[in-house]
C-alpha cells in the first residue's frame, strides 16, 4: 500500500464541497487571460510584453509602491482591499478599452501613450490577480494546488483560442473579461472563503512548521530559488538576440499541451494530498523544460519557436508556482499578502526582461553566441536547483527544532517571534499572574508549552491570544484565519497538552509556567 505524503486528505469530490474554489479559479483565469491577450499578444510571441518588455517594467516600477508600502503599513484594512480591487479592476478595463478605440480607428499611437496603456493593463489585472492570492490565505496546499494548476490551464486554454484573432479582438476581450471580475468576486463572498472547508496546515507545503515561513532565511531562499530560474527563463524566451520569438500554430499548441498536461497531473496529486510529489517535481519538470528547450536551441536552430514553446511552457508553470508560494507565506508569514504578492511578482518579471537583456548583450559582444547562452542558461537553472534542493527542501522542521532545543526562550527571544502583534494586544481579562507584566508571562510560557507539547508555530500564537482572554473570533480576526481553522487548532492545543478549558490553561500556566522567574 502506498503511503499518503500527507496527514490532510482531501474530501470527496462534489460539486458542494468544491464549488467554493470555483472563484478564485476563475478569477485568477480571468487576470491571467488578459494580460497574456493584452500585453503579451496571446503568446504569438515570447515577450514579456511588446515594446521589448518596456510595459512590464513600468508597471513593475509602479507595483514596487505597494510593496514599500508594506513596510509602513503592517495590514491593509477590508475596506482598502476592496476599494483597491475596484480601482485595479477599472484601470485594466479602461486601459483595454482605450487601445481598442484607437485600434478600431486605425491612428497611430504613440510609443509613450502605447507602453503607459499596456502597463495599465498590466498593472491593474496584476493587482486584481493579488486580491484573489490574498482570498486564499488559510487554504490547506491540497486546495491551492487545484485552484491555482486549474486556473493556469484554463487562462492558458482560453488565450491559445484568441491568438488565432487580431488586437481589437484581444483588447476588447481584455475589456469584457476585466469586468467579469465583478461577478466572480460577488459570488466569492456569497461562498465564504476558501480556507473555511480547506484549512490550511503548513506542513503540507513544503513539509516545515509555521514559524519558517516567518523566518527571514527561509523567505530568501524561497526567492533565491525564483530569481536564479527566472533569469534562463528570460534568456531562452529572447534565444538568441534577445528578440521576442514569434509563436507560429504548431509551437504554441506545444505550450498548451505541456501546460495542461502538467495542470492536470498535479491537480490529480491535489486531489490524492500527494504533496511533497509537488514539491519536489514542479523544480525539476521547469528545469527539464529549459533543457530541453536549450538542447532544441542548439540541434534545431532554425526552429527556434519550438525550442521556445518548452521554456515559455516553464514560464508560465512558474507562474503558477509562484502563486502557490505567495499563498504559503501569505498563510503563515508575518507581513501583510501584498507584501509576498507584489515581491514575486515583480522579481519574476523584472529578471526575465533582464533576461533578455543578457542575450542582447551577449550578441553584441559575441555575433555566434549559440554555446555561450545555453551555457549560461544551464549554470542559472543549476544554482537554482542547487538552491531549492539543498536549503528550500531540506528538512526544515527538523532545523528549527534543533534550534529551539538547543537554547532557552528568553524576553527577547519573543520580541522576536513573530506574534502578528499578540503582545501589542491587551488581555480581556486579567488572569492570575504573578510579578512579571501579564501578557509577556502569558506568551513566554506558551513557548515553553509550545516545546514541551510540541506545538507547532500558529498553534503558539493561537494558544497565546487565547490565553489572553480573547475569543475565538478575535484570534481569528487578529491572526487573519477562518474560524473553523482557529477552532481545529484549539482542538489540536487540547489535544496534545491534555487541557480542555482556558481556565485549565490558565492554571497550568500559573502553576508551572515560566519555572525561571
Request: charged share 15%; glycine share 6%; proline share 4%.
Amino acid at each position: 500500500m502506498q503511503q499518503r505524503d500527507d496527514n490532510q486528505a482531501m474530501p470527496p469530490v462534489s460539486f458542494e464541497t468544491y464549488r467554493v474554489l470555483l472563484p478564485p479559479i476563475v478569477g485568477l483565469a480571468l487576470s491571467s487571460t488578459v494580460v497574456n491577450v493584452a500585453v503579451q499578444q496571446a503568446h504569438r510571441t515570447t515577450g514579456v510584453s511588446t515594446f521589448n518588455g518596456s510595459a512590464m517594467i513600468v508597471a513593475a516600477l509602479l507595483a514596487g509602491l505597494l510593496f514599500l508600502a508594506t513596510f509602513s503599513i503592517k495590514r491593509f484594512t477590508k475596506r482598502f482591499v476592496s476599494v483597491f480591487v475596484l480601482a485595479s479592476t477599472h484601470i485594466a478595463a479602461l486601459s483595454c478599452l482605450v487601445l481598442a478605440l484607437l485600434t478600431a480607428q486605425g491612428a497611430t499611437v504613440p510609443l509613450g501613450l502605447a507602453v503607459l496603456l499596456q502597463a495599465g493593463v498590466a498593472l491593474g489585472s496584476t493587482f486584481v490577480k493579488f486580491y484573489w492570492l490574498r482570498k486564499l490565505r488559510g487554504t490547506s496546499a491540497q486546495a491551492t494546488v487545484i485552484v491555482v494548476f486549474c486556473a493556469l490551464a484554463l487562462s492558458e486554454f482560453v488565450t491559445y483560442c484568441l491568438s488565432f484573432s487580431g488586437e481589437l479582438v484581444w483588447y476588447t476581450a481584455g475589456v469584457l473579461l476585466s469586468y467579469a471580475q465583478f461577478s466572480t468576486i460577488r459570488a466569492s463572498r456569497r461562498l465564504g472563503a476558501a480556507g473555511d472547508p480547506f484549512p490550511a496546515v503548513s506542513e503540507s507545503y513544503f513539509g516545515t512548521d509555521e514559524d519558517q515561513f516567518s523566518n527571514r532565511s527561509f523567505l530568501a531562499v524561497a526567492a533565491l530559488g525564483i530569481w536564479f530560474i527566472s533569469i534562463p527563463m528570460g534568456m531562452g524566451l529572447g534565444f538568441s538576440s534577445g528578440e521576442a520569438i514569434y509563436m507560429s500554430t504548431v509551437p504554441r499548441f506545444l505550450v498548451l499541451l505541456f501546460v495542461v498536461g502538467v495542470s492536470i497531473q498535479w491537480i490529480r496529486f491535489g486531489l490524492a494530498s500527494r504533496m511533497r510529489a509537488i514539491t519536489a517535481s514542479i523544480w525539476i519538470v521547469m528545469q527539464v523544460l529549459i533543457a530541453l528547450g536549450a538542447v532544441f536551441f542548439s540541434v534545431w536552430p532554425k526552429t527556434i519557436s519550438v525550442g521556445a514553446s518548452f521554456v515559455m511552457a516553464s514560464s508560465l508553470i512558474l507562474q503558477a508556482f509562484i502563486w502557490y508560494l505567495t499563498i504559503a507565506f501569505i498563510s503563515f508569514g508575518w507581513r501583510d499578502p501584498f507584501y509576498y504578492c507584489s515581491a514575486a511578482w515583480i522579481a519574476k518579471t523584472l529578471l526575465q526582461v533582464a533576461g533578455m537583456r543578457v542575450d542582447n548583450i551577449i550578441t553584441q559582444v559575441i555575433p555566434s553566441n549559440t554555446p555561450v547562452i545555453i551555457s549560461i542558461m544551464s549554470l542559472f537553472v543549476l544554482i537554482a536547483a542547487q538552491v531549492v534542493f539543498t536549503r528550500l527542501l531540506f528538512s526544515p522542521t527538523q532545523r528549527t527544532e534543533r534550534q529551539h532545543a538547543s537554547s532557552p526562550v528568553t524576553e527577547d527571544d519573543i520580541r522576536r517571534v513573530p506574534f502578528m502583534g499578540v503582545l501589542a494586544i491587551s488581555p480581556q481579562s486579567q488572569p492570575p499572574m504573578v510579578q512579571q507584566k501579564p501578557d509577556v508571562h502569558i506568551a513566554t510560557s506558551v513557548m515553553e508549552m509550545g516545546q514541551r507539547f510540541g506545538l507547532t508555530g500558529r498553534e503558539v500564537e493561537v494558544l497565546t491570544l487565547y490565553a489572553l482572554g480573547h475569543t475565538q473570533a478575535r484570534v481569528s480576526e487578529e491572526l487573519k484565519l477562518s474560524t473553523n481553522t482557529v477552532h481545529t487548532h484549539i482542538k489540536r492545543i487540547y489535544d496534545k497538552t491534555d487541557l480542555h478549558s482556558r481556565q485549565e490553561i490558565l492554571d497550568y500556566i500559573a502553576e508551572y509556567g515560566n519555572p525561571k522567574r
